[in-house]
């Protein structure tokens, strides 16, 4: 009615701040320009993220993609309020996954989901994704921030990754002639990287320890910030080795969530197996501290965890040291970790012992 003032219901009053999200694009624009490459150069803002094949350079490319995401590690960064690393293990958990198909990063898009978007927080996850990116060499092109209050509690928040990348046709791994004899290299990992939090929480939980306890494995260190070490990307090294010594490299396998015995089949053709020395892995003292602090078996370790070995590398035997100097000159530190064997009972077999 006339001079009657009328009230209603808001979008905002309902718990999405609209001018919140457009703040945090607009912040976070630096950022992702810091991320262009060749065949990406274009602003955040758009509905859909551009990128050109050709201006990268690619002739006949079959082009790989991968989605994945944090996992429970997500939790550890909003109890210790740190959240400027889980970002990197977001984008480390997609192209590592596209770097063992032979293939080359090349875009990043990035799902956030909140309850409510706290300044401050969004922009430090998208600074970690930002530089992961970097490590990797691709262009973050776009991403989705959604404020859903009522699904997430407070200001919790969960991360999903997706990326694309390329490789000319004919050049994608696995090669098909994995055969017995060839070396197995392993590269380290930085620790945990961004499988098994569920079970590292549950041990935490039953030490008794609080996230801003010292360590007890990384003298110096916050146990929380010790936990949060971001994921190892190993696109650069791995790319530099591919191209320093073309087909050297038969296979790569990505040591997540499974750990060895669920990932490294997935590289090997039918009737090979890999035998796996557990003596030849620096395991970093984290493992060891989950292990006694949560009685876990080493069979248990070996499946939920890398225990030290991030990426494993199938070369062929009259190229492994060859390859093996090409990824120590791109920064990387090879292990001899074992061969190719013919398939037994199982397809992974271990000797040695892990030095937990």
């Not at 950022?31 to 758009?46: C, H, K």
């Not at 040591?255 to 395991?283: C, H, K, M, Q, Y």
Request: proline letters at 7%.
């Amino acid at each position: 009615m006339t001079g009657e003032r009328q009230s209603g219901m808001t979008y905002a009053g309902a718990g999405v701040d609209i001018d919140a999200g457009n703040a945090l694009v607009e912040a976070i624009k630096p950022l992702v320009r810091a991320t262009r490459r060749p065949g990406a150069d274009a602003e955040i803002g758009g509905f859909g993220g551009l990128f050109d094949l050709k201006a990268a350079g690619f002739r006949d490319p079959i082009l790989v993609a991968a989605n994945d995401g944090v996992g429970t590690k997500v939790k550890i960064a909003i109890e210790t309020g740190r959240h400027d690393t889980i970002g990197i293990d977001l984008v480390a958990m997609c192209v590592n996954d596209i770097i063992v198909q032979g293939a080359e990063p090349l875009f990043f898009l990035d799902y956030y989901a909140t309850g409510k978007l706290v300044p401050g927080v969004g922009a430090d996850i998208v600074r970690g994704i930002a530089e992961g990116c970097r490590q990797a060499g691709c262009a973050l092109i776009g991403g989705e921030t959604a404020e859903m209050p009522g699904l997430y509690d407070g200001q919790d928040y969960d991360l999903a990754g997706f990326s694309v990348g390329a490789a000319e046709r004919g050049t994608l791994l696995p090669l098909p002639d994995i055969a017995p004899g060839d070396v197995v290299l392993g590269l380290p990992s930085s620790g945990v990287h961004s499988n098994g939090f569920s079970l590292v929480r549950r041990i935490v939980a039953a030490s008794g320890l609080a996230w801003d306890a010292p360590a007890p494995f990384a003298p110096g260190r916050s146990l929380g910030e010790a936990l949060l070490e971001p994921t190892r990307i190993y696109v650069r090294q791995l790319l530099a080795a591919l191209k320093a010594e073309p087909g050297a490299i038969k296979a790569l396998a990505h040591i997540t969530g499974g750990g060895f015995p669920d990932n490294l089949p997935r590289v090997l053709p039918d009737g090979i197996g890999i035998e796996i020395d557990l003596s030849a892995v620096v395991v970093p003292p984290v493992f060891g501290w989950l292990a006694r602090t949560g009685g876990v078996a080493v069979p248990e370790m070996l499946r939920t965890f890398n225990c030290g070995i991030g990426m494993v590398v199938v070369a062929a035997p009259d190229r492994a040291e060859a390859l093996a100097a090409a990824l120590a000159a791109a920064g990387e530190a090879p292990v001899r970790l074992g061969r190719i064997t013919p398939a037994g009972d199982t397809p992974v077999t271990f000797t040695g012992t892990l030095a937990l």
